[in-house]
């Protein structure tokens, strides 16, 4: 069954470049990278279940044994954690195929969407599957480069900006994660985290806490935990709703992620981090803030983001079970809230024609699916019973209350604080977009677009800086370049008072989805208990990917 955990990387590598080969023709493309996806979503159900049941899968690339060679490892979380991921890509890429940005093919360009999203999934997948250090950083240039390319597509000025600040603060992160791999390297001669495992323990405690606190920095700008979390709003508000939409989901969780597996098989703790308590007791706090100063909802989504990773950072923080588990389940939880609640904003966007709360009016009349689909979430965000949000907050304070040190009292007051400002936040935006008398779609200048093969397109940009939906229905002129003729085309315009079918049924699966998280709280629950402790009993899964080694002491 090692297949299963080779699948969602492979194949839609292979697929990326078929949809190349493919061309011009848009339906055999859409077809088929719904179809990988479809497939990565059955994959990941089926590792959740065999891992869940007989243990964690393991596959050997090449034969080569571990640690020589590179290994593939699907556990409870892992399985959980892409089932999720491929859940809201599928759902993603069905909202771009319905507002229309895979077909760039008719403004005159060729369309590497579908290829460049297939190869995010790819890197996603990698990332929550890998079993050594060096895959885990290739896993992440992977998703580097695609984001890069998917946030600036259909190239602006504010895009191109925003991408910058992405990749050079990334880069940084690549060159630190490189230094540290190094090191790992140096010290223990292996980068396999189940061969870390047995051997970090024996290297010189300060040295094995420098580089515990190397991992910490740079998956902290990964997650975007504060002081690291800069670059994140200033980069997601800016790309195309749905693209947002699926970073903001799943890039800051696979940091997360990364933090959860080093530092709990590689670096590992007895009892509460202060450091990471007092990280998370920050990032909760200027996040929620940082939210409540924004005037535009897209920027304040992205900023109650960077402050809901405080909650995993902070149960986290605890290394308990019941801390782990509330982690798993508030993954879950926010991979699908946030997801939601980005898309939300597109079809806001489109309707509206601008992604400022108090340019609008009276949209719970004029588009109530709308209003119930930004309202559902928006409760479980801020942790409102009986939503998926109330369940995972309610597991990390009962980690906290278990623990009961004043720096836990100080992280659980904090948080507590937050789900009141992120409720403040929701209700403003309910206030101001929602309710109130009807207001008329705004009409915006049109910005100009350089497309990929070097035309021009003019896309209306609602204020601040949301991208406008593409698929554009006519060419309306010419205009002269230097050496070349370029094509204008006018995209369609947002602020047209209608709304897309396929967009808001994307929309609602993913909100569905959380209503079934909610529902099954119960075998959530329990399933994340078993992650958890295997997380802090790692010898099940040491003893799969290295066979015949020792048992439980083996990873301490």
Known sequence: MSILVVFPVVVPLLAAGAVLVLGRWVLARRVLALTVIAGVVADAAA???????????????????????????????????LLTSAVVTFAVLVYAIGQGITEQARLGRSSVFEAVYLVLVAGVALAYLTGDLFNLF????????????????????????????????????????????????????TVNLADLAGRIGTLPPGLAETLGLMALVVFGIKAAAVPLHFWLPDSYPTAPAPITAVLAALLTKVGVYALLRTHTLVFRHDSAWILLLATAVVTLLVGALGAIAQDDLNRML????????????????????????????YMVHHILAQAALFLVSGLITRYAGTSVPRRMGGLAAAVPVTALLF????????????????????ALL?????????????????????????????????????????????????????????????????????????????A?????????TAAVSTAEEPGTATVSRPMVWATAGIVAVGLLVALFAGQLAGLSERAAGDLLEPSTYIRSVLPGTAGPEAGR
């Open 375 to 394: 309202g559902i979430p928006a409760l479980s965000l801020a942790g409102i019973p009986p939503f998926s949000g109330f369940v995972a907050k309610l």
């Open 138 to 189: 290739v896993a992440f240039e992977i998703m580097l480069v695609s984001s890069y390319v998917l946030i600036t597509f259909a190239v602006t000025p504010g895009r191109i900006r925003a991408g910058m600040t992405y990749v050079i603060v990334s880069m940084t992160s690549s060159l630190f994660f490189l230094t540290m791999l190094a090191l790992v390297y140096a010290a223990t001669g």
């Open 398 to 474: 009962e980690a906290g209350a278990e623990t009961r040190t004043w720096p836990v009292d100080l992280a659980l007051a904090a948080s507590l604080i937050t789900s009141l400002l992120s409720l403040y936040v929701m209700v403003r935006v309910w206030t101001l977009a929602f309710w109130g008398p009807r207001r008329e779609p705004t009409r915006v200048p049109a910005e100009p677009v350089v497309a990929l093969s070097g035309t021009v397109s003019t896309a209306a940009q609602p204020a601040p800086a949301e991208p406008a939906a593409a698929g554009a229905t006519a």
């Open 476 to 484: 309306v002129g010419a205009t002269a370049a230097v050496g070349a």
């Open 302 to 329: 992205s900023y109650l983001l960077v402050s809901h990773i405080g909650y995993m950072l902070f149960g986290l923080s605890l290394f308990t079970v019941i801390g782990l588990a509330g982690v798993i389940i």
């Open 47 to 81: 590792v959740v279940v065999i891992a869940d049941t007989d243990g964690p899968l393991v596959a050997n690339l090449g034969g080569w044994p571990a640690p020589i060679g590179i290994t593939l490892v699907g556990d409870r979380l892992s399985g959980l954690l």
